[in-house]
């Protein structure tokens, strides 16, 4: 068990909808990062919070979006779903979040399945 | 651009066999590497990590790689395989900027 934990454990949703995937850190931790996993795209750096504000973005698509709140938890909002957007969401967190060099700790995953 | 590459998507080895996961990176400064292991229906553990220093990093699990720079790889060892090694392992690179990119994967399947 890394302490980074996610919910819900798995959705299920139509195409055009729109959800929202929580992440809690690890106690301390003040960095949050989110990646997506697909069959088709493999492992995918999304975006990075540290302390509530954005401190790194990858290929995440305009259609995404996340915050991180006051009391660090975070939240991965997908809007206009596609078929192509079912995957597995991870949530990492590390302590500082001020390097690459930081070991992140991965929550279980979301699944999402879009139908 | 950065890019990880994972050569080998599956490899079987027997238990108590030797291992060597391969991966190769493209990045154009000095490269944070990792190694991750995704057991089925888990996230991602973090094996081991290298940053500068010594190119032969010893991980949790048995597990060590080594850093070559002229060949631009970061190849994951075990010298003797465990059934409960069976997983799926990820090569990483992370840039100065907190970007992160990782190899597709390669499942290891162990047998008895």
């Known amino acids: 068990d890394s302490g980074v934990t996610q919910t819900p454990k798995h959705l299920i949703t139509a195409t055009g909808q729109r959800v929202t995937l929580r992440c809690s850190p690890r106690?301390?931790?003040?960095?949050v990062y989110w990646y997506q996993q697909s069959l088709d795209q493999g492992l995918q750096f999304l975006i990075q919070?540290?302390?509530?504000?954005?401190?790194a973005k990858g290929n995440i698509l305009e259609r995404f979006s996340a915050q991180q709140f006051p009391d660090l938890h975070s939240e991965l909002n997908l809007s206009s779903l596609e078929l192509g957007d079912s995957a597995l969401y991870f949530c990492?967190?590390?302590?500082?979040?001020?390097?690459?060099?930081?070991?992140?700790?991965f929550g279980p995953g979301t699944r999402l399945l879009v139908l | 651009a950065q890019s990880v590459t994972q050569p080998d998507i599956h490899i079987t080895v027997s238990e108590g066999a030797s291992l060597e996961l391969r991966c190769n990176y493209s990045?154009?400064?000095?490269?944070?590497l990792f190694w991750y292991v995704q057991s089925p229906g888990q996230g991602l553990q973090l094996l081991l990590k290298?940053?500068?220093?010594?190119?032969l990093v010893q991980g949790i699990k048995g597990f060590e790689a080594e850093f070559k720079r002229s060949q631009s790889s970061f190849n994951l060892r075990k010298p003797s395989v465990h059934w409960s090694d069976a997983a799926e392992y990820f090569c990483?690179?992370?840039?100065?900027?907190?970007?992160?990119?990782f190899g597709s994967g390669t499942k290891l399947n162990v047998k008895p």
């Open positions: 990492a967190s590390s302590g500082l979040g001020q390097g690459a060099e930081e070991t992140q700790y």
């Open positions: 106690s301390g931790d003040l960095s």
């Open positions: 919070y540290y302390n509530g504000e954005e401190r």
């Open positions: 990045y154009g400064a000095t490269p944070y």
């Open positions: 290298y940053f500068s220093g010594d190119t």
């Open positions: 990483a690179v992370g840039s100065n900027f907190n970007k992160f990119y």
